[in-house]
C-alpha cells in the first residue's frame, strides 16, 4: 500500500494533496491518507482507509510529529511509498522523516513506477529538466510537484480510523505558535483564482499600494519577482518562482517583471498571463496570452479605474 499526507484547511484537502492522491494511485496498489487533526471526506479519491491523528498537542503544525506520525503509520502498515503535496509544509514533514530514517527523499515528482526499485519523474532546474531516479530502501519518500498533475477523481468509501499518536517533548519542539494575518487581504497566493503580481518595474515598496489596489478588486492575491524580495519591498512567502511560490491561477497579471525562465518556473499552472511590460520583447510578454505595452504606473490604475466603474 501508499501512504499519503493529507493536507487540510477546516477538513477540506488542498488541491496540492489531491494531485498527490491523483499521482499515488498510478502505483496501482491501495492508497490509505493521514490527516493530522481532522478528518476530510477524501472519497472521491480513491482512498480506501483515511487514518486521522489526534492528539491535543496537535492544535498547531509541528513538523516533527507530523514526521513521527507518518513514520509510525507508515512503518506499521509496511507502506512502499510515503508520499506528501511538494508545498512547504509536505516538503517540510517528509524531509524531516527522510533525515529520521535516512531513506532517500525525491521530492517534485511528477511521475511515479512502483518497480522495485520505485522510479520517479521528477522536475529539476525550475521545471527546465526532467530527471528519472531510483529509489532504494524500504518506504520511497516522495513530494508531488504541485499544479502539474491534474486531480482525477475516483470515487471508492473510505473507513476512517482515529488513533492517537504517541508524542515525545522533542517531537513538539518546533511548532508554530503564532499565526500573522498577510498582506494582500488574506488570499492565499497557491489557491489564488487571479494573481496581480510586480516585478522591479513596479519602482518601489509604495509602489504596490497600485499592485495591492487592483488585487483587492479582483479578488486577488499578490505574487512579486525575486528582484522584488530582494530590494525589500515584498516578504519572501509574495515570491513567484524557482525559489518562492508555485501559482496555479485562471489569471496570472503581471507588472513590470521581464519573465526570466526561474520566475516563469513558478507560472507553469497559470491558464492565462496578462504581461502589462514597457518592453515589448521581453520574455514574459512573448509568453502572455494578453500584452499590453506600456508604463503600469498607468496602465494598472486605469485598469482599477474602469474596474469601479463598471460596477
Ligand atoms: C537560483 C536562482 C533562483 C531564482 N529564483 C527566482 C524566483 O523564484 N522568482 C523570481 O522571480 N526570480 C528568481 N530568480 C531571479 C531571476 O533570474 C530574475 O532576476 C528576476 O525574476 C527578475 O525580476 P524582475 O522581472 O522583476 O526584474 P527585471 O528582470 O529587472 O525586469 C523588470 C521588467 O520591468 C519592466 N519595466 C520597467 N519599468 C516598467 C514600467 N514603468 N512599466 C512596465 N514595465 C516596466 C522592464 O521592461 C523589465 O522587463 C532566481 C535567480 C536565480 C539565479
Not at 516522495?142 to 502539474?148: D, Y
Request: glycine share 10%; aromatic share 4%.
Amino acid at each position: 500500500m501508499v501512504l499519503v499526507l493529507v493536507e487540510h484547511s477546516e477538513a477540506n484537502p488542498t488541491d496540492p494533496s489531491l494531485q498527490a492522491l491523483t499521482l499515488a494511485r498510478s502505483f496501482g496498489q491501495p492508497v490509505h491518507a493521514l490527516l493530522v487533526g481532522a478528518a476530510a471526506d477524501l472519497s472521491e479519491h480513491g482512498v480506501s482507509v483515511t487514518h486521522v491523528a489526534e492528539h491535543v498537542a496537535l492544535g498547531s503544525f509541528a513538523p516533527d510529529a507530523w514526521a513521527a506520525i507518518l513514520g509510525e503509520v507508515a512503518g506499521r502498515l509496511s507502506a512502499s511509498a510515503v508520499i506528501a503535496a511538494g508545498t512547504e509544509r509536505g516538503n517540510e514533514v517528509i524531509a524531516r522523516l527522510a533525515a529520521r530514517t535516512g531513506l532517500p527523499f525525491a521530492a517534485n515528482c511528477i511521475a511515479v513506477s512502483p518497480g522495485p526499485p520505485v522510479t520517479v519523474t521528477r522536475l529539476r532546474w525550475g521545471g527546465s529538466l526532467l530527471e528519472e531516479a531510483r529509489l532504494h530502501g524500504s518506504h520511497a519518500l516522495i513530494t508531488v510537484a504541485p499544479h502539474v498533475v491534474p486531480v482525477e477523481p475516483s470515487p471508492m468509501p473510505a473507513d476512517i480510523e482515529r488513533f492517537t499518536p504517541d508524542l515525545s517533548d522533542e517531537d513538539l519542539l518546533v511548532r508554530v505558535v503564532e499565526h500573522v494575518a498577510a498582506l494582500g487581504g488574506g488570499v492565499s497566493l497557491t489557491e489564488a483564482k487571479v494573481v496581480v503580481s510586480g516585478g522591479r518595474g513596479v519602482g518601489s515598496k509604495e509602489g504596490f499600494a497600485m499592485i495591492e489596489e487592483l488585487a483587492g478588486l479582483l479578488g486577488a492575491a499578490v505574487g512579486c519577482s525575486r528582484a522584488v524580495t530582494s530590494a525589500g519591498w515584498r516578504p519572501h512567502t509574495d515570491q513567484v518562482g524557482q525559489t518562492g511560490t508555485k501559482v496555479a491561477p485562471e489569471v496570472y497579471i503581471a507588472c513590470g517583471i521581464s519573465g526570466a525562465t526561474q520566475h516563469m518556473a513558478g507560472l507553469k499552472g497559470a491558464k492565462r498571463i496578462l504581461a502589462i511590460n514597457t518592453d515589448p520583447e521581453a520574455p514574459m510578454m512573448l509568453n502572455a496570452d494578453y500584452a499590453v505595452v506600456g508604463d503600469l504606473k498607468e496602465i494598472v490604475p486605469a485598469i482599477s479605474a474602469e474596474i469601479r466603474k463598471s460596477r
